[in-house]
């Protein structure tokens, strides 16, 4: 097996980002390489991506025909990434509110665990910049919430900075994962730690987007509520 990293950035109207993003990925370890998957962006993002594909040979490209969500634009990655030789893949978002300098940290980390999640909240530092008051509430509860619904032992089990090792996608039943927002980190997650893989989190600085929209909705809340206690059901009639 390679050593080999793939970093998946779904996108959706970044154009004036993702230029500036991949180089800054590509610039930070020479094994990394980057999967875009995109949504039917309306900006010319994906036709932008395709334009440095073809002189970089570390950029790949899925093209989906128009917005069909966060967790089904990971799980195609998953696939894709499964289906070649990767030795690690991570999850990551194309506003920059991931910042790129935490990729080699990550590499680091994941020398000694199978899944490594970049925290917000570890062990009750908070490290997010720019984010109203009220957001910052409602992303600080939902963990809470779901640390006591589900029992994982996670400060930070909703952001979506992520590094899994191979072994931990190849165990998951990924056409079985539900959640296609915020959910979705909860519960890819939480089928590795049921699963007894060795889940670390490492502190990040988490940045507000300043370009472009928020992809959060009511309808994404509402699905993390209840998918939490569909995860906890499921795990007390031995079907996780």
């Known amino acids: 097996m390679s050593d080999r990293a793939l970093v998946i ?3 959706y109207n970044e154009r004036d980002n993702i230029s500036t993003l991949l180089a800054r990925i590509l610039e930070e370890d020479p094994r990394l390489e980057v ?3 995109d949504d039917g962006s309306q900006d010319g993002t994906g036709a ?3 334009e440095i594909a073809e002189r970089e040979p570390r950029v790949h490209v899925i093209h989906r025909p128009r917005k069909l969500g966060l967790g ?4 195609a990655g ?6 070649r030789d990767y030795a690690y893949v991570f999850e990551m978002d194309a506003d920059f509110s991931h910042d790129p300098g935490h990729l080699t940290q990550f590499l680091e980390a994941v020398e000694d665990a199978d899944l490594v999640l970049g925290s917000r909240y570890n062990r009750g530092k908070v490290t997010v910049v720019n984010w109203p008051i009220r957001r910052l509430m409602l992303s600080y509860a939902a963990n809470l919430y779901a640390r006591w619904v589900t029992g994982l032992p996670l400060d930070d089990s909703t952001g979506g900075f992520k590094c899994f090792r191979r072994s931990v996608l190849q165990a998951i039943n990924l056409d079985a994962v539900k959640s296609n927002g915020y959910g979705f980190q909860i519960e890819v997650s939480y089928l590795a730690w049921r699963k007894q893989f060795r889940l670390v989190e490492i502190p990040i600085v988490f940045h507000d987007r300043t370009e472009g929209q928020s992809k959060m909705s009511r309808k994404i809340v509402w699905e993390a509520i209840w998918m939490v206690w569909r995860l906890r059901w499921r795990t007390l009639t031995g079907k996780i």
Do not use: H, N, S
Not at 72 to 75: G, N, S
């Open 9 to 11: 950035v779904p996108t």
């Open 78 to 83: 998953f696939k894709w990434a499964l289906e």
């Open 35 to 37: 999967l875009i998957v």
């Open 48 to 50: 932008l991506a395709d």
């Open 72 to 75: 089904t634009a990971y799980i």
